[in-house]
């Protein structure tokens, strides 16, 4: 008899933070370990106070670059070598909305949060926890430093 696999699609959002990417060994491994495809998740917000409407396309193209040289760096490091079959999402948007979304579009099995992205989740601007929490149908897992370092 063969067993099911319980955790196919790991999402994980990474905010390029030192403890971001200390999660991300350990969620590398948890994939690893569960044969799960991962989903690596970026979102960023284009500030319009800080922004003319001239600035605006440059600014986009200056981070979606940031972002595809850190996910170049992150394959580089910790997935090539990994053999698990992995995605990398860039997205505009609030970090809960955007989580929401790709949960829902991917079918997530398994959410997984830093320690900085949960901080960043639950800060003033963002207002998004108790609605990430309420729509999401999956578990969630939050990885501190010392979980990150086993």
Not at 26 to 38: G, K, T, W
Request: net charge negative; hydrophobic share 40%; with cysteine.
């Amino acid at each position: 008899m063969e067993c099911e696999q319980l955790i196919k699609k790991i999402l994980f959002p990474i905010d390029f933070s030192g403890s971001s990417i200390e999660a991300l060994n350990y969620v590398v491994r948890l994939s690893n370990a569960f044969e799960s495809d991962l989903i690596v998740l970026h979102t960023y917000r284009l500030i319009n106070a800080f922004l003319d409407n001239n600035n605006l396309p440059n600014m986009k193209k200056d981070l979606e670059i940031h972002a595809n040289n850190q996910f170049k760096l992150i394959e580089d490091q910790y997935l090539k070598s990994s053999g698990i079959h992995y995605l990398f999402q860039s997205e505009v948007g609030f970090i809960s909305d955007r989580i929401i979304s790709n949960v829902k579009e991917f079918d997530i099995d398994l959410l997984v949060l830093s320690s900085s992205v949960e901080e960043k989740i639950k800060d003033k601007v963002e207002k998004g926890y108790q609605r990430l929490i309420t729509e999401i149908n999956c578990p969630v897992m939050f990885v501190n430093k010392v979980m990150a370092h086993n």
